[in-house]
């Protein structure tokens, strides 16, 4: 009997790994989780086992229990990338889930067979990890992505406020209830445990619903932020456009006279005056007009944008660039990844200190059903930020919801994002399915 428990314990820490990995992003190898792991818990089960003795089984023990169990975060902090707020937040979430599903198992297993004590035990330990066990596909595939975009928006603020609520049920959870015992024969502390059971459940909700509620709000503020900017790029490019039609005008009432000028040189035979005159002609700022860029107006005006803003900063900015005008990316889309990319390669560029090594390259082809674009920039050779694999030169507290949304973009059109980079240059590759979007 003693070995089923320790058999279960193991399949219970076994599946809370799990559902970590699950909820949180690793940034260490599996080598490294296992050898961390393994090393953490046998320090744990030592000063548990020391605590035991020394204590016995009373109040103080269970939560000397719980706080050497808590040490597990050591092994959440080295593994995952998330803030510590939010792992926090993660674990205590996990193990209000798996201590819910010990009183359920309790409650059922009690409920039949309360007068077989070592069979009881052994019930409920399987069904807990039954349980668990099948609430795993259930969390990869349908909780897994709104989760973790739970975390990347949901600021620490919030997060700490919501771990209050955990943390509070759980020290009421391990107060009140005997988890050694397992055996809950009175109707009262029956009673008593689904109430708190339903305690836990709907003020969980409540959190979440808070939660979901607040990132809302953020995606809400980062859309309007990007119809914002879009509207800018658009006041730029019409006033660009504008000024151009006038320069236009201006030529063609001044064209007759610049005309008859060159005439009348080159009836005097004066060739070489004449030729001067077409080139001071040809370099007035009259003939200079904005170029387009490419077909697709939205797309047009966020490069001519970025394009204005790196001449103004001595970046060199080169563009080889098929997007047709009808194109299957929603406008607010396309601005969040070219204008996120390219805000990132000017700031990148604008950290250098040599004037001469300041350049963007943009390209863009179309291939099939897809779209790539490829951007090219130079930077000072500082990687300062590391998120899900979307390397940044920009410091944290600057990247974060960028990057994330040009992520989540191209996912949402089945592309995929790149980030490369050798020396001191910076590569961004993005695929987009223009074929298909997935809502």
Known sequence: MTMFISIGNLGALALTILYLHILLSRIKSIKFCVVTLVMLNIAINFCVH?????????????????????????????????????????????????????????????????????????????????????????????????????????????????????????????????????????????????????????????????????????LLQVEYKVIENQVEFQRENYKALNEAIQNIYALRHDARHHILFIKTMIEEKNYD???????????????????????????????????????????????????????????????????????????????????RKKYIYFQSKILGSHIVFKITNSFNGEILSYNKGLMSTKEKRGHGIGLANVQNTVNKYKGSLDFKYSGYEFNVDIVMNIGVCSS
């Not at 959870?173 to 009673?191: A, G, P, Q």
């Open 50 to 218: 020391t605590s035991y003795n020394l204590l016995g089984d009373t109040a103080l023990f269970k939560f000397t229990y719980y706080f050497f169990a808590f040490l597990n975060i050591i092994y959440i902090h080295l593994v995952f990338k998330e803030s510590f707020s939010k792992k926090v937040f993660t674990f205590f979430s996990i193990w209000v889930f798996t201590n819910t599903s010990f009183f359920v198992s309790t409650f059922i297993v009690n409920s039949f067979f309360a007068q077989d004590f070592a069979f009881s035990k052994t019930m409920i330990i399987s069904i807990r990890l039954f349980v668990q066990a099948a609430f795993l596909p259930i969390l990869y595939f349908y909780f897994r992505k709104p989760y973790k975009n739970m975390l990347e928006i949901v600021p620490d603020k919030t997060i700490n406020i919501m771990c209050v609520y955990l943390i509070l049920g759980f020290l009421v959870l391990i107060y009140n209830y005997d988890f050694n015992s397992m055996h809950l024969t009175n109707i009262k502390v029956l009673l008593g445990t689904v109430l708190f059971i339903v305690y836990v459940v709907l003020g969980y909700a409540v959190v979440m619903i808070a939660a979901i509620s607040v990132s809302k709000n953020v």
């Open 273 to 355: 005056k004449a030729l001067e005159y077409i080139r001071q002609f040809n370099e007035h700022e009259l003939n200079k007009t904005i170029p387009t860029l490419c077909e697709n107006f939205t797309a047009d005006s966020i490069i001519k944008y970025y394009m204005s803003i790196a001449q103004e900063k001595g970046i060199e900015f080169k563009t080889q660039l098929t997007i047709p005008e009808d194109i299957n990316i929603n406008n607010l889309d396309l601005c969040v990844v070219l204008g996120n990319c390219l805000e990132n390669a000017i700031e990148a560029c604008d950290r250098i200190i040599d004037p």
